[in-house]
């Protein structure tokens, strides 16, 4: 089990930017942001194969936001530029040892949550117009 904790998230005018932090008690080989607003499902945002360093991102924010990670400080982040109001939701930070890097990057598909087992709490993302 790996011990994620995100942070960095509030509240922003359309248009800013925002950085997402999640410390992690070690990296395993796939770690990723999901994000699920509310009465929505919870949706892949941006993932990272640690190996090969492969992402995916969701067509919504690509060219908007970038993952990267530290892994000597065991953190991943996600830097968020021109945010928009339909960004709002709360994100999390999703840790994966199992997952290949095909399954990793999306190679498949979307990212699904619920083949991740590991979580942060969530750190909300407010946009407003």
């Known amino acids: 089990q790996v011990q994620l904790v995100e942070s960095g998230g509030g509240s922003v005018q359309a248009g800013g930017s925002l950085r997402l932090s999640c410390a992690a008690s070690?990296?395993?080989?796939?770690m990723g942001w999901f994000r699920q607003a509310p009465g929505k499902e919870r949706e892949g945002v941006a993932t990272?194969?640690?190996?090969?360093?492969?992402?995916y991102y969701a067509d919504s924010v690509k060219g908007r936001f970038t993952i990267s990670q530290d892994i000597v400080k065991n953190m991943l982040y996600l830097q968020m530029n021109g945010l928009k109001p339909e960004d709002t939701a709360m994100y999390y930070c999703?840790?994966?040892?199992?997952?290949?890097?095909?399954?990793?990057?999306?190679?498949?598909?979307?990212?699904?949550?619920?083949?991740?087992?590991?979580w942060g709490q969530g750190t909300q993302v407010t946009v407003s117009s």
């Open positions: 990272r194969y640690t190996g090969t360093g492969d992402t």
């Open positions: 999703a840790a994966d040892a199992g997952l290949s890097s095909k399954a990793c990057s999306g190679f498949y598909g979307d990212p699904i949550h619920f083949a991740y087992q590991n």
């Open positions: 070690y990296t395993p080989s796939c």
